[in-house]
């Protein structure tokens, strides 16, 4: 039997949507579900992709997800809105806010949206995309549980906290930063400890912040560039969690709610509002084209601007299949079987 | 002769102001210059502050910066606008810009405002702090000429472009995050060198790309986490310059306009389109006060947050005086001789 497992997308997206409504999602739901997780594991973010379908499963079951969420949507001035996700999961709720960004961009020239209470939004990224996909520039900042180092602090203080911006760019693949503000993620470390590697030095800490290389003492990560990652992530937190009314870092630290959410800014500026939307793609592809025109430090690797290689994996496993690590597809088979569904074919 | 000499803060500003109007300038965009450089020297940013006045002047001289610019402000869409600064100084447009989206955030929620073609901004929390004075929250992403290596690339690629956002706290100072995206900031290369002192390992590279401590040797610094940061300043051209049709970077590889310029995004956001203002800014402060009270590793180095340290030195130097080294000094003397100008009292 050959590993990694191989899947073509469209069995792994009835795969998803499958496993979603047999645990009682509607259909259109389920659907998101299916579409999050697919984009990550089609552009190779694989820790993003189908592997977490087993932990939403648990969320429903212990109610920290919402299977029937009754998401609200308030537009308290024109320009914002103010989505309340009932603890939906981040696929749902994000989408939704994100399209309303959108809807308030086009009429506006620029949407902001609070979604406030939602549950592992997954890949921040795949939410500004939809923006871009209608042409749109996304922005969005996300905040969640304390599991990052702060300067000078013991313990986890802010968290991982993402930011992304995906920018239309007409015959090129859009430009698409989807960066945490950590030194390395914290499913990487995870992956040195398997491999048996070492950390690359100053990039995470021990529970009480000694600094290590050893990946089996690492519990943290510590922020990008000290207390510029650590300000974003808690400038993120004031602009999300604490705008929408719903703190987690205070409450974290002291006394208060310690249930796992996220919550989130999803912005979407109209370019059409500033000229003309084909001609700024046009222009955003130029500047691309400029840098990946570059002369490259080594002549074998030529220069790369964020979100191409995304695309080009994308290109490759839509063609080709989705590769499934033995872990994922072990895990996948243990949650059908109690499902009682179908594992998808592998090719 | 003590030395640094130290001037009153209503000194030094009158003799920002007499220096702009002798040079040209009308008494409201001299008071407007003199704002921007006080604010820094008052806050401990020296390197933003008065110390670049002399090099305005030569600005204006050149005609690299218009001293009569027409500012015109145009707003395409309810929520959005388009100040085209005609190479106004940074200070007079993105003034004018921040006062501009703080009046539509407060009608929409939130307002986006494109600057294009100003010149030389000065400290980019200033403009985000003008919206936190107005109960908002102030965020800003600036562009200029690449000066920053990006990875993999020959020579300077993007440019050290500044992200700020300045968050009302009521009654603890301002959150105010003002970074760059480089490891090390450009003025700082200069200071090590003055210094004799090496600098820190990964933060700078020579001309050819060879990563160097030697600050003699270092032309450009790297990015902040290699492609995050160099990813930011692409991901801030792409909204700033080429959204607002005049793109810095493609011309500067390329053909085209490589005049030095600067364009910028001023986002104001009115928290009280989503609450209580003033509740929303005691949640600030109380998330704000939840990391200074954390235990710190070191037990003499109490846990800060972005913003505090520069609030304090503003206080202890508008009571005390700037402190301004014998170089500024020096510099200034000879400008204001040039000028027929008096040199602010020392103190």
């Known amino acids: 039997m050959a590993e990694p497992s191989k899947v073509a ?3 792994l997206r009835a795969f998803i949507e499958k496993t979603f409504t047999t645990v009682g ?10 579409d999050v997780f697919l984009w990550a594991n089609l552009r190779g973010v694989d820790s993003h992709g189908v592997a977490r379908v087993p932990r939403y499963v648990e969320l429903f079951a212990s109610g920290e997800a919402n299977l029937n969420a009754e998401i609200r949507v308030d537009r308290p001035r024109p320009g914002v809105a103010f989505v309340s996700a009932d603890h939906a999961p981040g696929p749902v709720a994000l989408s ?3 399209q309303c960004a959108i809807d308030i961009a086009r009429e506006q020239g620029v949407g902001w ?7 592992h939004a997954g890949a921040l990224g795949y939410y500004t995309e939809l923006a871009a996909n209608q042409g749109m520039i996304g922005l969005g900042f996300l905040a969640g549980m304390p599991n990052m180092a702060y300067p000078g602090a013991r ?3 802010v968290a991982t906290s993402p930011f992304a911006v995906t920018v239309p760019a007409g015959d090129r693949a859009p430009f698409s930063l989807d960066m945490a503000t950590a030194m390395i993620a914290l499913g990487k470390i995870n992956q040195y400890k398997m491999k048996g590697l070492q950390l690359p030095p100053a990039s995470a800490v021990t529970a009480d912040g000694t600094p290590t290389t ?14 510029k990652g650590a300000g974003m992530s808690l400038g993120f937190e004031l602009l ?3 705008l929408a009314g719903v703190p987690i870092v205070a409450p974290f630290h002291g006394e208060g709610n310690k249930r796992h959410r996220q919550n989130a800014v999803l912005i979407a500026v109209d370019p059409a509002a500033f000229g003309d939307g084909a001609a700024y793609a046009t222009a955003v592809a130029e500047t691309l084209s400029a840098i990946t025109g570059l002369t490259p430090l080594d002549e074998v690797a030529p220069v790369s601007v964020p979100g191409e290689r995304g695309t080009r994996t994308a290109q490759a496993r839509s063609d080709g299949g989705v590769p499934l690590p033995k872990g994922t ?11 009682g569904i179908e594992l998808p074919e592998r090719i």
Chains 1, 2 share one sequence.
């Not at 999602?25 to 299916?34: E, G, N, P, Q, V």
């Not at 089996?216 to 207390?227: D, F, T, V, Y």
């Open 113 to 119: 949206v609070q979604v406030k209470e939602t549950v």
């Open 155 to 157: 313990g986890a203080a």
């Open 9 to 11: 997308a469209s069995a």
């Open 96 to 98: 939704k806010g994100m």
């Open 329 to 339: 597809w072990t895990a996948l088979g243990e949650m059908a079987e109690k499902l």
């Open 214 to 227: 050893d990946p089996a003492e690492a519990k943290m990560p510590l922020p990008l560039g000290g207390i």
């Open 240 to 242: 999300t969690s604490v």
């Open 25 to 34: 999602m509607s259909a259109d739901d389920a659907a998101a579900m299916a």
